[in-house]
């Protein structure tokens, strides 16, 4: 691993992370702390003890391989109403924990940095685009903030233009198709599949403006995937925030090389339920070659009522090819006996394989065996996905997914949509029932092997490949990461030796 600039201990650049608590950016922010790591810059994360339980294992690995890097734990103080020992907002956290969690965190956070910046002496920090409060906190240091932004600039971009334009605003219908205008590719959405924030002003439209506020006023910003994925948006991200901004992915297969890596991410103690940690892998195994398709929805799994369960299941059945689904936890209530009974009759006909718990993704999506993904277009699974080299059957929920679900089957062409059509609440099950008619079609036209499906799992082929040289000396995503350390040690070193002015004469 090449070092970036950084010589000497006394000029190692230090630098602090600050990830969120929800798997989905804890996940990517540990990542990119450790490629930084990976690099000869100097990390410390911080997060509270549940939350570093998560990715402990991978900081260690790559501090015994050499990497300077850490965590330093904060806890939580008790606050009345919040279940003790509650650190994470997952999809079993309810609004109301999960935002007086937040505010315990933040809160604790403020507090504590001053205390943190002095301990650690950090060049610059790392944060997650949640915590709004440390653009003030870096600036009163006098430090720069660089800021984590989940999502596609491709969503960026279209939220952008929803915001300045609003032709959400003229269409009559919920289901009356628009155009989203300003972005290089004509791109068409209903009101129906937008996030509810641009409809109704709500608090998180307050929040999500502080965000970009905080963004604007950041050095600039971290993004995950790479320029031959969506680099004609990169460029107008940019423009539009006025902002710089540094595209570091695919992380996952960067930082995650070897099978211990990729096993132990993000899964924390979360173990398969009943069969084993390696059930999967026998499984898969036993199958042919890209014959089987892998079916998630992101690290909140199932956020999807007993019926929608139930097409599922059904629409997996009737699709004709074989499955592994993560069906995460399901309750009595989601029709869990239901379930149970479908994972004994696939289980005996050998057509499918369930994953209860948390599923090593990153082993699943390189197994010869896997031929297809259906995701809910979370962009760390998007990117792991055309990282693998694999098509997509794209079943959108919630937050920007609905953008992204349009970027990878009108733009690239590397997906078939299932035909959602209702954003959804984080969280909230929804109205729209999406059936087993509809899930079956969308999967036999991925894997089924016409023509049209070929020409998919070409143009995906041809994305992995640049996916692949991205990372690699003198990549997109390579000389991007060497362009923000080099600029962070500059600036480190302006402030160590600061320009004297010429007198004028
Ligand atoms: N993930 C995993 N196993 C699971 C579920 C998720 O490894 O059972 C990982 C997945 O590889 C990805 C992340 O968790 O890196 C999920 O992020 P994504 O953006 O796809 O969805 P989100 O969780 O944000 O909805």
């Not at 996940?27 to 990715?55: L, Q």
């Not at 600039?153 to 952008?160: L, R, S, T, V």
């Not at 499918?352 to 082993?363: N, S």
Request: proline share 5%.
């Amino acid at each position: 691993m090449e070092f970036f600039g950084v010589e000497g201990e006394s000029e190692k650049l230090k630098a602090i992370f600050l990830p969120l608590i929800t798997p989905s950016h804890l996940v990517p922010v540990v990542d990119i702390a450790r490629i930084f790591a990976m690099h000869g810059v100097d990390v410390t994360i911080i997060t509270t003890p549940a939350n570093a339980a998560v990715f402990q294992s991978s900081i260690d690995r790559d501090a015994s391989r050499g990497s300077s890097i850490r965590t330093h734990l904060v806890k939580l103080p008790h606050v009345p109403g919040l279940p003790e020992g509650m650190e994470t907002i997952n999809f079993s956290t309810s609004r109301d924990i999960a935002s007086k969690l937040f505010e315990a965190l933040t809160k604790t956070l403020q507090t504590q940095f001053p205390q943190l910046l002095h301990q650690f002496k950090p060049d610059f920090i790392v944060s997650d685009m949640f915590y709004t409060w440390s653009v003030e906190a870096a600036a009163e240091l006098g430090i720069p903030r660089l800021i984590y932004v989940g999502g596609t600039y491709f969503a960026h971009c279209a939220m952008d233009s929803l915001e300045r334009f609003e032709p959400h605003k003229k269409v009559n219908s919920d289901d009356e198709s628009f155009l989203i205008p300003g972005l290089p590719y004509n791109l068409e959405m209903t009101r129906s599949q937008i996030p509810e924030r641009f409809k109704t002003p709500s608090d998180f439209s307050y929040i999500m403006n502080r965000v970009k506020e905080s963004e604007k006023r950041s050095y600039g910003s971290l993004f995950k995937s790479f320029y031959a994925f969506e680099g004609a948006y990169e460029e107008l991200y940019r423009t539009i925030m006025g902002t710089k901004s540094w595209n570091v992915g695919p992380i996952s297969s960067w930082v995650n090389q070897d099978a211990s890596d990729k096993s132990s991410r993000g899964q924390g103690k979360e173990v398969e339920e009943g069969k084993g940690k390696v059930g999967w892998l026998s499984w898969l195994d036993s199958k042919q070659k890209g014959s089987v398709v892998y079916v998630c929805f992101g690290s909140m799994k199932n956020n999807f009522s007993a019926t929608q369960i139930t097409e599922i299941a059904h629409g997996l059945e009737d699709c004709g090819h074989d499955f592994i689904w993560v069906v995460g936890k399901i309750d009595e209530g989601q029709s869990r006996a239901l379930v149970e009974e479908f994972e004994k009759r696939v289980e005996a006909s050998k057509k499918g394989y369930l994953i209860w718990g948390w599923a090593p993704q990153l082993l699943i999506l390189e197994h010869p065996a896997v031929g297809g993904v259906m995701t809910h277009c979370g962009m760390n699974t998007v990117i792991e996905t055309v990282d693998a080299g694999l098509p997509m059957v794209t079943w959108p929920l919630f937050a920007e997914q609905f953008f992204n679900e349009r970027l990878l089957v009108d733009v690239l062409k590397i997906a078939v949509p299932v035909g959602a059509k209702e954003w959804k609440m984080w969280g909230d099950f929804g109205n729209e029932i999406v059936e087993r008619e509809k899930i079956a079609k969308a999967i036999d036209l991925l894997m089924g092997g016409g023509e049209e499906c070929e020409e998919v799992r070409r143009r995906v082929k041809a994305l992995s490949e640049e996916a692949k040289k991205a990372i690699q000396i003198g990549g997109s995503s390579y000389n991007s990461l060497k362009d923000v350390i080099q600029e962070m040690k500059s600036l480190k070193l302006e402030k160590l030796n600061p320009k004297v002015e010429e007198p004028v004469a």
